[in-house]
């Protein structure tokens, strides 16, 4: 796989350090990042034990993530509206919303495959095994990727968003194997069929949480070191 070197893309006029009202937006990302965190931890653990009660807090949960986005927006909005504002802050503020935007979308995809716990209630250990391994692989390298974002957001170092790009992507190959290895299951007998296609949705849906978090290290990357990494291509590495 090709890499582009980071001083071939274009830079961009270097951004104002976080303080003020920026440091504001960046608390609330960080915050909004380690209840995502949590919500995946609890959906796994739903899954694990067939724990419905479990599931349907993290579903609940989901409409404290909603407040959260809510709030930045609306942190973003006045900061928008006050004139005098630096064209740097203003684009720090722009990349601010749309990193929210990206993790409210993740945890619209952790509570949704959270209520698909049911489907895994009658299986037998081994059989469950086999149905969640890929999901619980899965949801372990997420996990991973919004600790890289926690790691960014409290080190204003963006090393770790140059790992998160690589390691999503070789996520994304990890669910890709794991679909196929549902689609097997789900051919070897009827019984199969219905959990297997349930498994499937859950790690389509990781694969969405993926690519969001791969969006979001491309705006950690530009919001901290004023470097545009669209259109070089997926993977991106950073010069030592």
Known sequence: MTTTQTDTITRQPPLHYFDGELGYLHSLLLDMTGQLIQQLEQTLHALDYADMETALRVIDRDGKVNTR????????????????????????????????????????????????????SHQDEAEKCCLLADIFSTGGAIKVLLNKMTAVLESRDSSPAYKLIRDS?????????????????????????????????ILKA????????????GYLILMLDSIDIRGHGPAVSRRA
């Open 69 to 120: 986005h809510a709030h930045i927006e609306t942190e973003v909005r006045a900061v928008l509206s006050r004139q005098g504002a630096l064209t740097n802050d203003l684009r720090t503020v722009l990349l601010i919303s749309k990193i929210a935007d990206a993790l409210e979308k993740i945890g619209n995809e952790i509570a949704d495959f959270a209520a698909r716990t049911p489907a895994f």
């Open 169 to 201: 992507l070789h996520c994304e190959t990890r669910i890709q194997t794991g679909i196929q290895r549902q689609l097997s299951l789900a051919m070897r007998s009827p019984d199969w069929l219905d959990p297997a296609l349930d498994a499937m949705y």
């Open 206 to 217: 990781l694969e969405r949480c993926t690519e969001h978090c791969r969006k979001i290290a």
